[in-house]
């Protein structure tokens, strides 16, 4: 809700105002952002989902076919503000391929970011325009943020990475 109220109240009165979830935690967390915009407002935001994995610069060590999941934006982004939202902010490789994946779409008026948690780490100049928590890590961690319809529990976990995942 403290990020729904952040956004509102750096875009008001938000016309043209898009909330995009990164498939798939992001798209679920994007849909709960729009929901309190809409509260808050009057008006219920634009809402999509992208699945940015054909815009990722690490295909290869992702496997030879990189598999497309369900995901549009159903909306012109041209001249609008879009709001990524994302779980977990980590090297920033994630949010470069949502910004790219928007902007082969139309070129918006700004593309502010959103996620839940940044855990550090950055490999590419990126930042979070809200964030719900910093969680400092060690690269031998990992943050998973568990949604209901997913994982059947809303929670964030720190779990110790297995040597096989380092």
């Known amino acids: ?16 105002l898009c909330v995009v979830g990164v498939y798939r935690r992001g798209a679920v967390l994007a849909e709960k952002i729009a929901r309190n915009v809409e509260k808050i407002t009057g008006k219920a935001p634009l809402l999509g989902a992208l699945d940015i994995s054909l815009y990722r610069d690490d295909l290869s060590e992702l ?17 609008k503000t879009v709001v990524l939202v994302d779980d977990v902010l980590y090297t920033g490789r994630t949010a470069r391929a ?23 780490h950055r490999e590419l100049p990126i930042r979070a325009d809200y ?5 400092p890590t060690s690269r031998r961690e990992l943050i998973e943020v568990r949604v209901e319809k997913y994982d059947g529990v809303q929670e964030v976990a720190l779990l110790e990475k297995r040597e096989e995942q380092r």
């Open 1 to 16: 809700m403290r990020i729904s109220h952040e956004i509102v109240e750096r875009n008001a009165p938000c016309e043209g």
């Open 63 to 79: 496997g030879e076919q990189p598999s497309v999941a369900a995901g549009s934006l159903g909306f012109e982004v041209r001249g």
């Open 98 to 120: 949502a910004i790219e994946a928007v902007i082969r779409r139309g070129r918006p008026a700004a593309i502010q970011l959103a996620v839940l948690i940044d855990r550090g």
């Open 131 to 135: 964030t719900g928590k910093n969680v």
